[in-house]
């Protein structure tokens, strides 16, 4: 399976939904590590991600999100950091089989660099090569470094990517609306994320996580601005509500599929869901995407003749 050919043919392809929150329904306590279950509960991850592949995803994700060692370290799992990271990638590629692709999902150390932390470039650098080397080695066919908001991890993560692979990369930032606009909690711009990570060769850019589709749809027509890679875009089930102590995010598959024309106008290329996405989402988003496949080839064909 060829991303950009089956791109290129279709003007979009289908990412996956959210993953905690499938989790959840399966028995993940609060609190519990999401990476463990890759040993503890592997059938119960696979059982998510074949919910993904059965509603439509072309690009399927992995249980890997937290599974780098500075994040691990926070809980005593630090030295299997390799391992979780490998057999995520297992999981997910068992459930794929030929009908859809697999990228690793790699989200941010939760440190930050120095001067404002006390780890440097060189340290981000090793520890997002450890597991990249390790997802690599479970088989992905990509790499998604996702929900970053600080544009020197980000860059130390592509780097690590590069300096092991030449599988497609997707950095994908996450963006708050401010009163200036949209920005990372790092203060970085869409338009400024897309133009930098463009130039340090990434394969794909993009926003994941923080924001519903409408959005999402502000972000993306931001990032078209500055770049002609195709954009990776997974709006949130809309903004998180606390109700009794819970997060719950109302926005409904019926609502988020409505606006997927609007997306696929403002640039989006790859689309998918974040947190509070279920795989009804994306079997409804796949639905209207199929059906506003003509905007999609139509608002991106510029972008389509350069992959």
Known sequence: MDWKALLKSRGYLLSDGAWGTELAKLGMKPGEVAERWNLDHPDRVEKVARAYVRAGSDILLTNTFGANAFKLAKVGLSVQAAELSRRGVEISKRAAGKKALVFASVGPTGELMAPLGDKRESDFIACFAEQISACI?????????????????????????????????????????????????????????????????????????????????????????????PLWIKPNAGLPQLVDGRTVFRETPEAMAAK?????????????????????????????????????????QEILKTL
């Not at 079997?283 to 209207?288: F, L, N, T, V, Y």
């Open 137 to 229: 080695g479970g088989g992905a066919d990509g790499i998604v470094l996702e929900t970053l908001t600080d544009l020197g991890e980000a860059l130390a993560a592509l780097q690590a990517a590069r300096s092991i692979c030449r599988l497609p990369v997707v950095v994908s930032m996450t963006f708050d609306r401010t009163a200036k606009g949209y920005a990372t909690m790092m203060g970085v711009t869409p338009q400024k994320a897309a133009a930098v990570l463009g130039a340090a060769d990434a394969d794909l850019v993009g926003a994941n996580c923080g924001a519903g589709i409408d959005q999402m749809i502000e972000v993306a027509r931001a990032m078209r601005q500055a770049t002609r890679l």
């Open 260 to 300: 997927v024309e609007a997306l696929f106008e403002a640039g989006a290329n790859i689309i998918g869901g974040c947190c509070g996405s279920t795989p009804d989402h994306i079997r409804q988003i796949a639905a209207a995407a199929e059906k506003a496949k003509d905007t999609a080839l139509r608002a991106s």
